[in-house]
Nanobody
Framework: QVQLVESGGGLVQAGGSLRLSCAAS????????MGWFRQAPGKEREFVAA????????DYADSVKGRFTISKDNAQYTVYLRMNSLKPEDTAVYYC???????????????????WGLGTQVTVSS
């Protein structure tokens, strides 16, 4: 089992920045994909970004490309999401997710996650 705990959410003005963190615990792993998803009120959960735990390849939703950066610290079992130039439409609960194993980049990064955190609220005011 893998437990995921997100932190770093909050209230920020449009144009501002936040950095989310996701700490993984429970078991060690060397191959995995770690992802960030978000869910706004009244909307379905959507993919934001993902990173390959061993190789470091990344993938982003078109809506956040150029503004968000996903990164990792393997020693700390932590994944980060740096969010710049935030917009009101980025307001959502942000969830960290993980799936263990070896995956190629692309569509495999978008779904099929086995472990989820409880989420952290990000609110962007206009």
């Amino acid at each position: 089992q893998v437990q995921l705990v997100e932190s770093g959410g909050g209230l920020v003005q449009a144009g501002g920045s936040l950095r989310l963190s996701c700490a993984a615990s429970g078991r060690t792993f060397s191959s995995a994909v770690m992802g960030w998803f978000r869910q706004a009120p009244g909307k379905e959960r959507e993919f934001v970004a993902a990173i390959n735990w061993s190789g470091g390849s990344t993938d982003y939703a078109d809506s956040v490309k150029g503004r968000f950066t996903i990164s990792k610290d393997n020693a700390q079992y932590t994944v980060y999401l740096r969010m710049n130039s935030l917009k009101p439409e980025d307001t959502a609960v942000y969830y960290c997710a993980a799936k263990l194993g070896t995956y190629r980049s692309g569509s495999s990064y978008l779904r099929g996650y086995d472990y989820w955190g409880l989420g952290t609220q990000v609110t962007v005011s206009s």
